[in-house]
C-alpha cells in the first residue's frame, strides 16, 4: 500500500517586504545629509539676502544723505543772521570757531502757510558717535533760548570734509576767507564747494557742487546792501 505522507515544501526563498535595521540606518542618514545640504544653502541665501538688503537699505540712505546735502549748497543765500548771543555771523562760515559748516539756504518749503521767510539757518556736524547730523533753526536770527531741530543723515562717518573756492579759483579750507575785508566777509559766498565723506563702508564719497559766487566788491568801503528776503522767518 502507497504512503500517503505530504512531501515536506522546500524552503522559501523570498524576501519579506519590510526593511533591515542596516536599511533603515542607511536611509536616515542618506535623508539627514540631505536635510543638512538643503538647511545649508537656505541658510546661505537668506544671509545673502539678509546682505543684500542691508547694502541698498546704506545705500539708499547715503543716497538720501547726498540729496539733502546738494538740496542745501545749492540754495546759498547771502543772508548773514545774529546768533544766540548777539553776534553777527557770516552767510556761510566753516573751519571756523568750531563750526563744521553752517550756512543760510533759500527755499525752505512752507506747505502749512505759516509767517515766516523762506530762508533758513542750517548746519552740519559730525558727533563723536561718528553720525553726520543736520541741525536747522526756525528763525535766522536766533535767541539764547532756541534749540535747533536735529536729524541724522549718515552713521558710522570717519570724516567729512569741506574746500571752497572763490571766483579767483583759489581754494579754501575755511570760510569766508579771513585775508578779505572784515566788513565784506558776513556777506561772501563760494563760488564751488567741495565734499569729502569717509565711510569705511563705501570709501571716499567726493562732491563738487556750485555755490552762488558771489563776492562783494572789494574797491568799496560800504558793505553791500541786504538781500530781499533778508528778515527773520
Known amino acids: 500500500m502507497g504512503s500517503n505522507r505530504i512531501p515536506a515544501q522546500a524552503p522559501s526563498l523570498r524576501r519579506?517586504?519590510?526593511?533591515?535595521?542596516?536599511?533603515l540606518l542607511i536611509a536616515i542618514a542618506i535623508f539627514a545629509l540631505i536635510a543638512t545640504a538643503c538647511y545649508r544653502l537656505l541658510k546661505s541665501v537668506t544671509q545673502m539676502q539678509e546682505s543684500s538688503i542691508a547694502?541698498?537699505?546704506?545705500?539708499?540712505?547715503?543716497?538720501?544723505a547726498r540729496l539733502i546735502l546738494e538740496k542745501d549748497l545749492l540754495q546759498l543765500a547771502m543772508r548773514?543772521?545774529?546768533?544766540?548771543?548777539?553776534?553777527?555771523?557770516?552767510?556761510?562760515?566753516?573751519?571756523?570757531?568750531?563750526?563744521?559748516?553752517?550756512?543760510?539756504?533759500?527755499?525752505?518749503r512752507n506747505i502749512t502757510g505759516e509767517l515766516r521767510s523762506d530762508l533758513q539757518r542750517v548746519s552740519y556736524e559730525l558727533s563723536d558717535e561718528h553720525q553726520l547730523i543736520r541741525r536747522y533753526w526756525p528763525?535766522?536770527?536766533r535767541g539764547i533760548s532756541l534749540e535747533p531741530?536735529?536729524?541724522?543723515?549718515?552713521?558710522?562717518?570717519?570724516?567729512?570734509r569741506f574746500r571752497f573756492r572763490d571766483s579767483r579759483k583759489r581754494w579754501h579750507k575755511s570760510w569766508p576767507p579771513q585775508s578779505e575785508k572784515q566788513s565784506l566777509r558776513p556777506y561772501m559766498l563760494p563760488a564751488l564747494v567741495e565734499v569729502v565723506i569717509e565711510q569705511p563702508e563705501y570709501g571716499y564719497i567726493r562732491m563738487q557742487?556750485?555755490?552762488?559766487?558771489?563776492?562783494?566788491?572789494?574797491?568799496?568801503?560800504q558793505a553791500p546792501p541786504s538781500p530781499n528776503n533778508g528778515g527773520s522767518g
Open 16 to 23: 519579506s517586504g519590510g526593511f533591515t535595521l542596516l536599511e
Open 55 to 64: 547694502v541698498w537699505e546704506n545705500v539708499g540712505v547715503m543716497q538720501r
Open 80 to 108: 548773514p543772521i545774529k546768533d544766540e548771543f548777539g553776534q553777527r555771523q557770516s552767510a556761510l562760515v566753516a573751519g571756523q570757531d568750531g563750526k563744521l559748516l553752517e550756512f543760510t539756504r533759500a527755499g525752505w
Open 139 to 141: 528763525v535766522l536770527d
Open 149 to 160: 531741530k536735529s536729524q541724522v543723515l549718515m552713521e558710522g562717518v570717519d570724516s567729512i
Open 209 to 221: 557742487l556750485p555755490g552762488v559766487s558771489y563776492e562783494p566788491q572789494l574797491q568799496t568801503e
